[in-house]
């Protein structure tokens, strides 16, 4: 990785990572129950981008990127037997699932840095998450999406008083009430009937995913408070 700090008030950083990964555990489902396979080799490469900028005092830009390629570099996926022959696909090349390419997270925030507002503070938070596949063969993908989320805060020292701090804070997310996904299962091919070609490779055609995909759904619109003391 590389850091760069052009001036006091701005800094950039740069990291890039290329990992082999041998016997990486995989968990799928069917639509009956979950399981887990080995994948006998994967790579995972990609690049981490961020940026930290105080342009004025109190304020402050935060900004990340991230790229994250996973895919399979040596992996049969084995679904089962016809008329007592192996069907296996070659899912070399293909994207993992349940990984999503490109994320992206920005933080424009303020906090009084000084006078009797000191600790009071406020910022509002860009979040992206684009679309990703969830099944070996690259079928079945889930849509991106982006969300607004909203947050003031306060951080107050008091002293010569059995409460030394306080911190109070209240945030809305998913401040415009996305419908989004959130995450799910890696759900798992089936095959349909047809011919068989060879010993080894069912048709194309014939390929499906299970039957529906458990998915997590995002949180509707949300407001939290709290307050935390110290003694």
Do not use: C
């Not at 994250?68 to 040596?74: A, H, L, M, V, Y």
């Not at 049969?76 to 992206?104: E, K, Q």
């Not at 070609?197 to 299970?210: D, E, F, I, R, S």
């Amino acid at each position: 990785g590389i850091d760069w700090t052009p001036s006091p008030e701005l800094n950039f950083s740069v990291t890039g990572f290329n990992e082999w990964h041998r016997n990486e555990i995989l968990t799928l489902n069917n639509a009956l129950v979950s399981y887990s396979q080995n994948i006998p080799s994967s790579l995972h490469r990609g690049v981490e981008l961020n940026a930290d900028w105080r342009p004025f005092d109190g304020w402050r830009l935060i900004a990340a990127y991230t790229f994250n390629n996973q895919f399979f570099t040596n992996y049969w996926d084995d679904l089962g037997t016809v008329a007592g022959r192996a069907v296996l696909y070659n899912r070399a090349g293909n994207r993992i699932p349940n990984v999503a390419p490109h994320t992206v997270t920005m933080r424009l925030g303020y906090d009084q840095p000084f006078g009797d507002l000191s600790g009071l503070g406020a910022y509002a938070e860009y979040i992206f998450k684009s679309d990703y596949t969830i099944d070996n063969a690259n079928f079945t993908t889930l849509p991106s999406y982006s969300l607004i989320n909203l947050n003031a805060h306060y951080n107050h020292d008091i002293d010569n008083f059995y409460v030394k701090n306080i911190e109070l804070f209240f945030e809305v997310s998913n401040v415009f009430n996305r419908t989004y996904v959130a995450g799910a299962f890696v759900v798992a091919n089936t095959l349909l009937a047809g011919p068989i070609q060879t010993p080894l490779v069912w048709p194309t055609g014939g390929l499906v995913t299970a039957q529906g995909a458990g998915i997590l759904a995002g949180q509707p619109r949300a407001f939290a408070g709290g307050i935390k003391l110290k003694f």
